[in-house]
T-cell receptor, first 116, second 113 residues
Framework: DTGVSQDPRHKITKRGQNVTFRCDPI?????LYWYRQTLGQGPEFLTY????????KSRLLSDRFSAERPKGSFSTLEIQRTEQGDSAMYLCASSLFGVYSNQPQHFGDGTRLSIL | AQSVTQLDSHVSVSEGTPVLLRCNYS??????LFWYVQHPNKGLQLLLK??????LVKGINGFEAEFKKSETSFHLTKPSAHMSDAAEYFC???????????FGTGTRLLVSP
């Protein structure tokens, strides 16, 4: 179990630029989640995948945000035309989901995005 | 809507004294509840989870939590604080479809020597 890995750990960019983050989940986990955490707050759900299918998106996920998990393994989260309000920690989590199981979500160390 | 409320934004204790971090949930059915810890610039680490088995749940690093349905509470405790326990603690509730966690606003635990 190598844990959930996120890259990069930090990203500084100018307003209006596009950014892309990557998440590698725990290998046997079929679910992958993205959360956003702003300073002094708990994480807020953005979206999740089961295998390669994106099953739910939060209202927080504007049309500037897109997430993919093309082969049901790693996932990318892209933000287009970044805005000041996008500055946050972006957390990825994964879990093993089955009809009769509810395994906890395991989190990566996050990508901290700073918009200049 | 399901939610969790963490009653204290900050808790200060001395090393070696007990820790109590409070969490209340709102749910009309038996919930799945979790406590996570977050150290600075790190992700969340699972401390323990409640999923309708025993009401007293033991977790890692000496933490435990008791599920009290009558009080809709799931408070986190530890008999003796250690300096390394200083961190942010989040209580979370799993929604009915098991798609996502709903987090409280967190409690910062400060441990003084």
């Amino acid at each position: 179990d190598t844990g959930v890995s996120q890259d990069p750990r930090h990203k500084i960019t100018k307003r209006g630029q596009n950014v892309t983050f990557r998440c590698d989940p725990i290998s046997e986990h079929n679910r992958l989640y993205w959360y956003r955490q702003t300073l002094g707050q708990g994480p807020e759900f953005l979206t999740y995948f089961q295998n390669e299918a994106q099953l739910e998106k939060s209202r927080l996920l504007s049309d500037r945000f897109s997430a993919e998990r093309p082969k049901g393994s790693f996932s990318t989260l892209e933000i287009q035309r970044t805005e000041q309000g996008d500055s946050a920690m972006y957390l990825c989590a994964s879990s093993l989901f089955g009809v009769y199981s509810n395994q906890p979500q395991h989190f990566g160390d996050g990508t901290r995005l700073s918009i200049l | 809507a399901q939610s969790v409320t963490q009653l204290d934004s900050h808790v200060s204790v001395s090393e070696g004294t007990p820790v109590l971090l409070r969490c209340n949930y709102s749910s009309s059915y038996s919930p799945s509840l979790f406590w996570y810890v977050q150290h600075p610039n790190k992700g969340l680490q699972l401390l323990l989870k409640y999923t309708s088995a025993a009401t007293l749940v033991k977790g890692i690093n000496g933490f435990e939590a008791e599920f009290k349905k009558s009080e809709t509470s799931f408070h986190l405790t530890k008999p003796s604080a250690h300096m390394s326990d200083a961190a942010e603690y989040f209580c979370a509730h799993m929604n009915t479809g098991f798609q996502k966690l709903v987090f409280g606003t967190g409690t910062r635990l400060l441990v003084s020597p």
